[in-house]
């Protein structure tokens, strides 16, 4: 069916200069890449209409395109339904490009290993209440006291912490980027008409010619 998202983007046209700087009457039709689709905000209060989904692997956008709505042309599907604007910053990396990436960032595989900080192991008491939750960010030495109720006493864990080493670290950031929400597929015809209507160009301005089409101003006609 093409790819809709391309299909709308709408065209703009550019007076030609020749090589000497001079304007001619000539126009290149291009198109208007500064125009861009997104996905209507009121659909993003409406969590019914996208599900979780965990990246696999080394899979890219176009992968998780093509498995989930059978076209692997609407990535732009899953990258707008996240705002993933930079999917080298905001899409997880490759496992060679992420082993890559730390060895570069500390240097050595022994400073991998070291350790970046502490979080918490979760604490429950006798009856299953959670006294302190895990992955709290804490001391190596942080200790926890507080009531059991079946030995009717005062207890105290510690320490409660464990070590995060600079691999865990960039690891854990890496692999939350894999956790995403996806449009549910019975939901895509609404995305392509509300991007119809948004890709269009409004009269009032003058470089207005259609719906599809501006034409920028020509340099000559204003003095």
Not at 107 to 114: H, I, Q, S
Request: glycine share 4%.
């Amino acid at each position: 069916m093409g790819n809709p998202y391309f299909r709308n983007i709408p065209n703009f046209e550019y007076v030609n200069r020749t090589k000497d700087g001079q304007f001619i009457s000539n126009y290149t039709q291009v198109k208007n890449f500064f125009k861009k689709g997104r996905m209507r905000e009121d659909i993003f209060q409406d969590l019914t209409i996208f599900e979780k989904y965990n990246i696999k692997g080394d899979d890219r956008p176009d992968n998780v395109a093509n498995e989930i709505y059978g076209d692997p042309t609407l990535d732009w599907v899953v990258l707008t339904a996240n705002n993933i604007v930079n999917i080298y910053n905001e899409w997880p990396l490759t496992q060679q490009v992420f082993e890559d990436y730390i060895l570069d960032k500390y240097g050595t595989y022994e400073k991998l290993d070291e350790t970046h900080h502490y979080e918490s192991n979760e604490i429950k008491d006798s009856t299953g209440l959670i006294i302190f939750p895990k992955g709290v960010q804490v001391s190596a030495a942080q200790s926890v006291s507080f009531y059991e109720p079946t030995r009717d006493e005062q207890v105290t864990v510690n320490p409660v912490s464990k070590a995060v080493t600079n691999y865990q670290y960039e690891e854990e950031i890496n692999n939350k980027k894999r956790r995403i929400f996806l449009l549910k597929p019975s939901y895509l015809n609404v995305v392509f008409d509300d991007l119809e209507e948004m890709m269009e160009y409004k009269k009032g301005s003058t470089q207005y010619v259609s719906e599809t089409l501006k034409r920028a101003d020509d340099p000559r006609l204003f003095g």
